[in-house]
């Protein structure tokens, strides 16, 4: 009897702290389905901080619900921890398979409902099971207080450990279709040995066993094939085939190609087309250096695909540049792609080239250097983390390492589609202090697009050359462009008739972002 009595109280202790690894180990599929969750709808959606506020605030909703509900759950704890598991298991590991699926074939907003619909069961399910962790230690005969200490100590604790490891391993390197899969596949695995070890309390337990291995089966198939059937939804998504795709620490980058057009999309948006990228990068490139005195050190913001800099380089005098790109990815993308290359005449193996991985901002903070030339080629502000590389502080950083006789260039999206926001970059351009001129022209596969020419100088367009061999821009052009249509000009009109003042944007008071979002929800 004495033996018996201590192999079941081994048994128990083995149980009881299996459950303490387990509230670790679930705690740590939850943050990352819930970070997973915000990551598709920044991607899919669009406006990042949007997406992440809405899945986290209904991820804790559904918690606290689930854990509310979880009062109901006295009886046969195991097999409801178990089941629970099976769904999160279920739903979570397909998350990221389906939503690519829907938005690929169904209406527009069907994506959106279907994100925040398994964002909040989700959340509901993860409520359910620190409770009932809790309450079985409890029975097997840890004092209440210290089950839960020790349950939730495990649950904050995988929390963080799950936020690490999709920053910097599931996201980077398995994807966001992977990622949901390998979730999945632990959160089955948990309830298959919680099933095991507990399996003398079961009742039916082959019939558990195997409904927890088809699920099991059903994600290691997914992990293995879904990413490809992911792929041709995607590819739904775009108008051309995709020819490279990864996913980098910081964005998804895709190329596609059809008949000679080769396209760069970064988190889906349009970042270069090969057939008349050169309007876009003659405009961003020569007016500047028309505008500076001189042409010896050159800073671009961005311009990770190195078609600014191979513009830049075909002036003589150009010493050097730094390319100051977040993404190591794009830029070693730009390196070796035949296509890319193709296109930027092998701009950054060139020798006068510095690439430097680093945030624009914080680079410019840092950096003492100044320059002759600086072009800011940055994403559009659709989210938090570029609003603040439109902000009036920028634009001082960026005035202060301009040399007095120097210039820079910004891209400010479309005077014709987002008529306020570009105007509102040209304010907050000009609130430093510094001479301003508008640009625009038409790009096909952007439309009609808006760059602003900065300068300590008084800048007089009459007297600015293109002295360099281009394919689109000339020196007799350059005043038309500055001429704007009563449609896209600087007085903006509200619904009353009357002009609207625009305002700076500025860390503190962030106006572009929702500006932004106004402009192209039609587009």
Not at 130 to 157: C, H, M, Q, W
Not at 255 to 282: A, K, M, P
């Amino acid at each position: 009897m004495r033996q018996r009595s201590d192999r079941m109280e081994h048994q128990a202790v083995n149980q009881s702290k299996f459950i303490y690894w387990a509230s670790g180990i679930v705690s740590i599929c939850g943050i990352v389905f819930e970070v997973l969750f915000g990551a598709l709808g920044s991607y899919i959606l669009g406006d990042g901080v949007k997406q992440y506020t809405l899945t986290i605030s209904l991820f804790l909703t559904g918690m606290g619900i689930g854990a509310s509900v979880s009062e109901k759950v006295l009886k046969q704890l195991v097999i409801a921890f178990v089941y629970i598991e099976f769904s999160v298991a279920l739903i979570g590991g397909f998350s990221s398979f389906t939503m690519f699926g829907i938005t690929a074939y169904s209406p527009a907003g069907s994506d959106a409902i279907f994100l925040y619909v398994i964002t909040f069961l989700v959340g509901a399910l993860t409520g359910v099971e620190l409770p009932i962790l809790i309450r079985k230690a409890n029975e097997l005969g840890v004092s209440l207080n210290r089950s839960t200490a020790r349950v939730l100590f495990s649950d904050y604790a995988g929390g963080l450990i799950g936020g690490l490891l999709f920053v910097f391993f599931l996201r980077p390197y398995l994807g966001m279709v992977k990622t949901a899969f390998f979730g999945g596949f632990i959160n089955i695995s948990v309830a298959l040995v919680v099933l095991w070890l507990f399996r003398k309390e079961m009742k039916k337990l082959s019939l558990h066993f195997t409904i927890g291995l088809t699920i099991a089966i059903l994600l290691f198939l997914g992990f293995l094939f879904g990413e490809e059937a992911a792929f041709s939804f995607e590819q739904k998504l775009y108008k051309d085939p995709i020819i490279h795709m990864e996913e980098s620490k910081y964005q998804k980058i895709i190329l596609t190609e059809e008949e000679g057009d080769v396209r760069l999309y970064l988190d889906g948006q349009l970042q270069l087309s090969s057939i008349d990228e050169f309007r876009y990068h003659e405009l961003l490139v020569h007016p500047t250096f028309a505008q500076a005195e001189e042409h010896k050190r050159v800073l671009i913001l961005g311009g990770g695909d190195g078609v600014a800099a191979k513009e830049a380089l075909k002036y003589k005098e150009v010493e050097s540049i730094t390319l100051v790109d977040l993404d190591p990815a794009v830029v070693e993308l730009a390196k070796h792609n035949r296509w890319l290359t193709s296109l930027n005449q092998g701009s950054l193996e060139n020798e006068k080239v510095h690439v430097v991985h680093m945030d624009a901002f914080e680079y410019l903070e840092k950096s003492k250097e100044r320059f002759d030339v600086i072009l800011v080629d940055l994403p559009d502000p659709n989210n938090e983390s570029l609003n603040k590389l439109y902000t009036k502080e920028f634009y001082s950083l960026v005035r202060n390492h301009t040399k007095a006789g120097g210039a820079f260039m910004v891209q400010a999206t479309s005077p014709v589609f987002a008529t306020d926001v570009y105007w509102t970059i040209t304010n907050t351009i000009a609130s430093t202090g510094v001479h301003t001129e508008n640009f625009h022209t038409d790009v096909p596969s952007f439309g009609n697009w808006g760059f602003v020419l900065g300068s300590r100088n008084p800048i007089e367009v009459e007297r600015l050359a293109v002295d360099v061999e281009t394919r689109y821009l000339k020196t007799e052009m350059l005043k038309g462009l500055t001429y704007f249509g009563k449609d896209e000009d600087a007085e903006i009109m509200n619904e009353q008739g009357e002009p609207l003042e625009l305002a700076v944007n500025s860390l503190i008071d962030p106006i572009l972002i929702q500006l932004y979002e106004n402009a192209w929800k039609y587009y």
